[in-house]
């Protein structure tokens, strides 16, 4: 399961750190596809229904991919997002997007302490407001209290592989 966190319309802005992500995510988002990797996408509840809150066109978004407005940096918030995984055989989540200090910290710590995911974050699929800011959302992650959440892995883009058959995520890494 891919969870795309926030990449929508606003970082076609130039001055919007996350539009750096949306060239190499939809590359990614291509090979989930092929695999049949489960995507979904969010969009905050305040941009809903403007124009600032549309999926990024370049990550190619197809109809059958579910599109989720949470009202809460955890994007799992409200059970929207779990009800989309509901069914689905998955036991990985990938979580690209932005910001890394707010949506995905927020939304990994819960798939990780709350649903149990085994969560995967690329390194170069996630972006926040400053290199500080991204970089100290990565350590926090990485520093949870052990024993208190499964490991968070992180890796690249690049790195990561799907189980063709099932869509089930695997890092080579």
């Known amino acids: 399961m891919v969870a795309v966190l926030d990449l929508t319309t606003r970082c076609l ?3 919007a750190p996350c539009g750096a992500l949306l060239s190499r995510v939809g590359e990614f988002l291509g090979r989930a596809r092929v695999a049949g990797a489960p995507i979904a996408f969010t969009v905050s509840l305040r941009d809903r229904g403007t124009p600032r809150g549309i999926v990024a066109p370049s990550l190619g978004r197809l109809e059958s991919e579910s599109v989720v407005s949470p009202n809460s940096f955890d994007k799992f918030f409200g059970e929207e997002l779990h009800n989309v995984l509901r069914g689905r055989v998955t036991e990985s989540i990938v ?13 990994a710590t819960t798939a990780a302490r709350v649903y149990k995911y085994n969560v995967v974050i690329p390194v170069d699929g996630v972006a926040a407001a400053s290199r500080y800011e991204n970089d100290y959302a990565l350590h926090q992650l ?7 959440v499964s490991p968070i ?4 883009l690049a ?15």
């Open 13 to 15: 802005d130039p001055d």
């Open 95 to 107: 979580i690209v997007g932005a910001a890394t200090n707010v949506a995905v910290m927020y939304t």
């Open 142 to 148: 990485h520093a949870l209290p052990g024993g208190s």
């Open 153 to 156: 892995q992180f890796t690249t």
């Open 159 to 173: 790195a990561i592989t799907f189980q063709r058959a099932t869509g089930e995520v695997r890092n080579e890494q």
